[in-house]
């Protein structure tokens, strides 16, 4: 039985021990009828036997007494049953008294927790609400129970994205504005270059000659891209630090294309890249490479999830197989127990390869915002930004607090 059941059914049998002198052997708590209203509903059948009293006449008899106990937020009664709605006191002397009594029998096991998930030169907006935060609780939760947690962002600073941003730069320069804050001048820079391609056929053949410079060791183009990643990562970091999210790491996806890219921080160096987990996963026949040179991975369909892209006809890498080689890279360093994780397919790819088994990923759902007025898309800058989120709810906070 649950810490809380446990609990709820305490404070029931003192009160009916306290009012009507008689010790129930069993309280039975039920799931009220509206589940959104109520925690749980108890119906006094036993006890009404036992007293020979109306059970309706008990239920109200038993709201009277708990009403001024801080436990409950609010008391109703329906008939016979007694319906209970626990209160935020409540759910707090759980977590602060209840868990510290956990034993601390998990720290040598290791939890990963894939989160954030964020790109480079785009500004975090009102969607980063929902990974950051659930994957920090997630780390703290964790960490309480005494497991070693490693928190890890994946950052997107790969693709046809990057190699605009760094034609815009040198089209558009501005290094004050860079070091000032990356996120909004690289947003900047990618919404005006976005519009000036659809002007500009040529645009998209510049685009590619700087992939092609960034490819061949190009200096001035590594150094722009070790910037434009770096001082991306310390703008965002701001922004995450009004939520108190810190995870450990923010290894790119590059990082897991295997080449020349510098790493940005003190993690392990990379054994696996991005083309040798997709030519493992052809070889084992739980990918496929078709006629036109694209890898897939199909899915039975019985499992009722879409297929998913490894590789494109020309050989470069979709984002999903960043995502299975980072699983790799995580189970070969750091061992994990469980991994923390927001895509189904990659269970089935990773459990098929004999990496880790499909019990010890754990699927987190990352929650999507939907806007009615409108669809959010960062190329027209249609979008509400986090800090712009947050400005306004410590405004709402503040007003509310003065009135």
């Known amino acids: 039985m649950n810490l809380i059941k ?3 059914i305490k404070i029931l049998s003192d009160v009916i021990q306290e009012l009507y002198n008689v010790t129930l052997e069993q309280i039975n708590l039920e799931n009220p009828p509206k589940k ?3 925690d749980y509903c108890f119906g006094p059948f036993i006890l009404s036997k036992m007293l020979g009293k109306n059970p309706a006449l008990l239920s109200n008899e ?16 329906a008939g016979p049953y007694l319906n209970l709605r626990l209160s935020y006191e409540f759910y707090t002397d759980i977590f602060l008294n209840e868990t510290q009594t956990i034993p601390q029998i998990w720290a040598w096991k290791t939890i990963v927790v894939d989160y954030i998930g964020a790109n480079v030169g785009k500004p975090l907006h009102i969607g980063h609400m929902c990974t950051p935060n659930q994957g920090q609780v997630t780390c703290n939760l964790y960490k309480l129970l005494g497991y070693q947690v490693i928190g890890d962002s994946h950052i997107w600073d790969w693709g046809i994205i ?3 941003l760094i ?9 004050s504005k860079l070091k000032e804050n990356a996120v909004n001048h690289l947003f900047d820079l990618y919404v005006k270059i976005t519009a000036e391609t659809e002007k500009d056929e040529t645009l998209e053949e510049q685009t590619r000659a700087e992939f092609k ?5 190009d200096t001035d183009s590594i150094k722009l891209r070790k910037e434009f990643t770096s001082y991306s990562i310390s703008a965002m970091q701001v922004q995450l630090n009004r939520l108190n999210v810190k995870p450990d790491f923010d290894i790119g996806e590059s990082f897991y294309e295997g080449i020349w890219i510098p790493k940005l921080g003190n993690y392990p160096d990379l054994q696996y890249k991005m083309s040798d987990i997709v030519k493992e996963l052809i070889e084992k026949r739980i990918a496929t490479k078709n006629e036109d040179g694209s890898v897939w991975v199909v899915f039975d369909e019985k499992l009722k999830i879409p297929s998913v892209m490894l590789a494109k006809r020309d050989g470069t890498h979709g984002y999903f ?7 790799k890279y995580r189970v070969t360093n750091w061992k994990p127990s469980r991994i923390i994780y927001h895509f189904k397919q990659a269970f089935e790819i990773v459990s098929n390869a004999w990496w880790l088994e499909k019990n010890n990923l754990i699927f987190a759902w990352n929650g999507f915002i939907r806007l009615k007025e409108w669809a959010m898309s960062t190329r027209k800058w249609n979008i509400i930004k986090l800090d712009d989120l947050l400005d306004e709810a410590v405004l709402r906070a503040k007003n509310i607090i003065l009135e």
């Open 167 to 175: 034609l815009a730069y040198k089209m558009l320069w501005d290094e």
């Open 321 to 327: 197989a960043s995502d299975i080689a980072a699983i």
């Open 36 to 38: 959104e209203l109520w």
């Open 213 to 217: 410079k960034l490819s061949q060791w």
């Open 6 to 8: 446990t609990k709820v």
């Open 62 to 77: 038993l709201k009277q007494k708990l009403e001024s106990n801080p436990n409950f937020l609010e008391i109703s009664t």
């Open 162 to 164: 990057f190699w605009k």
